[in-house]
């Protein structure tokens, strides 16, 4: 138990389908990540938040539309995706900060299969 | 890209012995941190280094830092079947605590 929960751990979607990935997590943390992990490639940095506020965005596809309506809650909502987007995403929060370097802390992640 | 880059890719070891793994990395850090991933699961944190350490030690494991190199390594000794797992590290970018770049990772097999 990490104190990060995402849910669902498996998700099977077709291309037309919206659904959504949830993230909580429950250590105090004011920042929150997503990250795309595809077979035999580097994690992909996709979104940060911290305080709340967006402040990395890396040119993922606008059918990957982030929210975080709070510290301790982050989603990513999933819309006419691609089979390529087929990965594992994974959530991690951190206490964000300008002092002192930082950990990151993941949940289990989210299985995600496109048809 | 910033990203930090594993190296090798597969490891495949002997319960007992040594295992050695590689990160190379292209921008100035302030911290290298080392995480282990357990098949299909989410990524735990090992050890971090500062960028003005050279080495680290915690349990079993040794960390390295090159700053002149821009590489570092984990040494994790006296392997153990329970340490077969993929292990990344992770950089910061220069004067921005809250951004971390991942490599693909080294894949250890340790046998039993």
């Known amino acids: 138990e990490t104190g990060v929960t995402q849910t669902p751990r498996h998700l099977v979607m077709g291309m037309t389908n919206k659904k959504s990935l949830k993230c909580e997590q429950h250590?105090?943390?004011?920042?929150m990540y997503w990250y795309k992990q595809s077979a035999k490639k580097p994690l992909e940095l996709m979104f940060v938040?911290?305080?709340?506020?967006?402040?990395e965005n890396n040119s993922v596809p606008s059918r990957f539309s982030p929210e975080c309506p709070n510290s301790s809650h982050l989603f990513l909502h999933l819309h006419t995706l691609q089979p390529e987007d087929s990965a594992l995403y994974l959530c991690a929060s951190s206490q964000a900060g300008t002092e002192g370097p930082k950990k990151l802390f993941f949940g289990e992640g989210s299985r995600l299969t496109v048809l | 890209s910033q990203q930090g880059e594993e190296d090798p890719q597969a490891l495949s070891i002997q319960e007992g012995e040594n295992a050695t793994m590689n990160c190379s990395y292209k921008t100035s850090i302030n911290n290298l941190q080392w995480y282990r991933q357990n098949s299909g699961r989410g990524l735990v944190h090992l050890i971090l280094i500062r960028s003005n350490e050279r080495e680290k030690h915690s349990g079993r494991l040794r960390v390295t830092l090159d700053t002149s190199k821009k590489s570092s390594s984990l040494l994790i000794t006296a392997s153990r079947a329970a340490d077969t797992a993929s292990y990344f590290c992770a950089t910061d970018v220069r004067y921005n605590f809250n951004k971390f770049y991942f490599g693909s990772g080294t894949k250890l097999n340790v046998k039993p």
């Open positions: 938040y911290s305080l709340e506020e967006r402040v």
């Open positions: 250590l105090g943390h004011n920042a």
